[in-house]
C-alpha cells in the first residue's frame, strides 16, 4: 500500500511524532535517538518547504532531553609503565650520544687548534 502526503492513513501530527519519540527514546541510546529525530526534523522542514505540509509539527515538539555525559577512557596501568619504560630507555641513549659527540667534538676542535698552531 502506497502512502501519500494528504492521505487519511498517513498523519502527521504532534501527537504521532511524540509518540514515535518516545519509542525511540525507549528503543535506542540517546545519540541514536537524537539523530533520528534530527532527520525526521529535516525530512518535515523539506515538507513543508516543498509546501507538501501546511505546517511542520516539529516546530511544535520539544525534544530536548538528558544525555548521559561519557566519561574518558583511562590509559591501563600496564601500557603507562610501557611508555614510560621506553622514554627512560630514550632519554639515556640521548644522554649517551649527547656525551659522546660533545667529547668528539671536543677533541677535533683541539686537533683543529694544534693543527692550525703548527702552521
Avoid: W
Amino acid at each position: 500500500m502506497e502512502y501519500t502526503i494528504n492521505s487519511p492513513e498517513c498523519e502527521i501530527s504532534k501527537a504521532v511524532i511524540s509518540g514515535y519519540i518516545q519509542e525511540l527514546l525507549q528503543k535506542y541510546t540517546p545519540l541514536s535517538a537524537k539523530r533520528k529525530i534530527a532527520s525526521i526534523r529535516a525530512f518535515l522542514n523539506y515538507l513543508e518547504f516543498e509546501e507538501l505540509l501546511d505546517a511542520n509539527p516539529m516546530k511544535k515538539i520539544k525534544t530536548k532531553f538528558q544525555e548521559p555525559k561519557r566519561l574518558p577512557r583511562t590509559i591501563p596501568l600496564n601500557f603507562i609503565e610501557q611508555i614510560l619504560v621506553v622514554a627512560h630507555k630514550e632519554q639515556e641513549m640521548a644522554t649517551t650520544q649527547h656525551g659522546m659527540l660533545g667529547h668528539s667534538s671536543i677533541q677535533t676542535t683541539q686537533i683543529y687548534t694544534q693543527v692550525t698552531s703548527e702552521k
